[in-house]
Antibody
Framework: EVQLVESGGSLVQPGGSLTLSCAAS????????MNWVRQAPGKGLEWVSAISGGGESTDYADSVKGRFTISRDNSKNTLYLHMNSLRAEDTAVYYC??????????????WGGGTKVTVSS | EVVLTQSPDTLSLSPGERATLSCRAS???????LGWYQQKPGQAPRLLIY???SRATGIPDRFSGSGSGTDFTLTISRLEPEDFAVYYC????????FGQGTKVEIK
């Protein structure tokens, strides 16, 4: 069974940094692109970032470009999201989601349960 | 960037009724890159439909997708109690945009 488990969410001050992790099991991790999608309280889904299976290609939403960095360690079956210069509007539940193939131009067929990030003083 | 607009924002129906949800793209998109997700309160989204009309693994056949170009539709033929949820369409081509969601609530 494929499982994605996020961790690292917490309360952080504006301007602070945080790194989220997503541990994958039950899949050949490097064969699939991965994504981060977030959901602010009471709002809809917002795609944040994607990375190809080998890690050579990445993409970001304009709202996080230059502040967030996606990466992966295929030897550890783990996806990361490094978040800097955090703002109140980054407050959300962050989900990791697996793409159907090695590049990220595919639907997201497996999702983790999410980790909550709160940016507040 | 493709913008997806879903309608209506809220759909109030009774169990057993048919639900028709719309997703309109700001420009013509390849239907191979259009998907639908279901999200229940406190849960992660779940893939329902990909490629505009293909059901994901384990999805009941009361869910169907259709459309092309700029207009796409998710139809639930007979609502079951567990189908009351929020539904999102997504374009996963050159960008990975989600629509704002349609809430299907019990009337």
């Amino acid at each position: 069974e494929v499982q994605l488990v996020e961790s690292g969410g917490s309360l952080v001050q504006p301007g602070g940094s945080l790194t989220l992790s997503c541990a994958a099991s039950g899949i050949i991790f490097f064969s699939y692109a991965m994504n981060w999608v977030r959901q602010a309280p009471g709002k809809g889904l917002e795609w944040v970032s994607a990375i190809s299976g080998g890690g050579e290609s990445t993409d970001y939403a304009d709202s996080v470009k230059g502040r967030f960095t996606i990466s992966r360690d295929n030897s550890k079956n783990t996806l990361y999201l490094h978040m800097n210069s955090l703002r109140a509007e980054d407050t959300a539940v962050y989900y990791c989601a697996k793409s159907r193939a090695v590049n990220y131009y595919y639907y997201m067929d497996v999702w983790g349960g999410g980790t909550k990030v709160t940016v507040s003083s | 960037e493709v913008v997806l607009t879903q309608s209506p924002d809220t759909l109030s129906l009774s169990p057993g009724e048919r639900a028709t949800l719309s997703c309109r793209a700001s420009q013509s998109v390849n239907s191979n890159y259009l998907g639908w997700y279901q999200q229940k309160p406190g849960q992660a989204p779940r893939l329902l439909i990909y490629g505009a009309s293909s059901r994901a693994t384990g999805i009941p056949d009361r869910f169907s997708g259709s459309g092309s170009g700029t207009d796409f539709t998710l139809t639930i033929s007979r609502l079951e109690p567990e189908d009351f949820a929020v539904y999102y369409c997504q374009f996963y081509g050159s960008s990975r945009t989600f629509g704002q969601g349609t809430k299907v609530e019990i009337k």
